[in-house]
């Protein structure tokens, strides 16, 4: 009985390892975020392994159900829409109720889109805080304000939609002249990266349709 979770590519799926699609072939089932998405990443290397749903609207219903199975000899892999499952997606849960009832449980090396949007910012990245997304609603401005005394570069997940947005309110709680970075379509056709500061990012942004999933890296303070 083992629990892998399996990082799959946040964009160009030549990003697959080697091992990774070793473990997907081989296990007994696959958890998948959204099956559809993850469909085509096993039909490109021809992976025929099992595919069952597992998201955040019901990780808590299966949970005990999948320990079971994993206790009774079942060998599962996890697998979300992009990156390393458990980093601002479904996985954790699953990995604290394994341990729990004594499971072993393995986390592959992979993709995750926080680490090249890092590196990529040109940001200091020896000291950093992964924030993931921020409260939509409740808690936002907390969240925000909270920012401002941070010394460490920050790393936040944001949607296309709201990113605009984003910006504005770093820029009312930090000044328009902090530096930030934002990389969206990470290993994709149309990868982007834009740094300079808040205002110039905003800017940028502004006058385009955002598209792809997004990262925020911002400088911290001085």
């Given amino acids: 009985m083992k629990l892998y979770l399996v990082p799959t590519p946040v964009g160009n799926l030549g990003d697959m390892t080697y091992r990774g699609v070793e473990v997907l072939r081989s296990v007994d089932l696959i958890l998948a975020e959204d099956t559809r998405t993850s469909r085509v990443l096993l039909q490109h290397y021809g992976i025929q392994t099992p ?29 979300t829409d992009a990156g390393t499952p458990g980093i601002s997606d479904p996985g954790f849960l ?24 890092l590196i990529d910012s040109a940001l200091p990245c020896d000291r950093f805080t992964f924030l993931g997304f921020l409260p939509h609603k409740k808690g936002r401005q907390t969240a925000l304000n909270a920012l401002a005394n941070e010394e460490r570069t920050m790393v936040i997940y944001e949607s296309p939609y709201r990113l605009v947005k984003l910006l504005d309110e770093l820029i009312a709680v930090l000044g328009p002249d902090r ?18 500061t808040l205002a110039e990012v905003l800017a940028h942004f502004q006058q385009k349709e955002v598209k792809g999933e997004i990262v925020v890296v911002l400088d911290g303070k001085v």
């Fill in 51 to 79: 595919l069952q749903s597992y998201h955040i609207h019901n990780e808590h219903q299966t949970v005990a159900s999948l320990v079971e199975r994993l206790q009774g000899g079942t060998t599962i892999a996890v697998v």
């Fill in 179 to 196: 530096q930030v970075s934002v990389s969206r379509e990470i290993s994709k056709l149309h990868a982007e990266t834009a740094r300079g």
């Fill in 94 to 117: 699953l990995v604290r109720e394994a341990v729990k009832a004594g499971v072993e449980v393995e986390c592959l090396p992979g993709a995750t889109a926080f680490v090249p949007a």
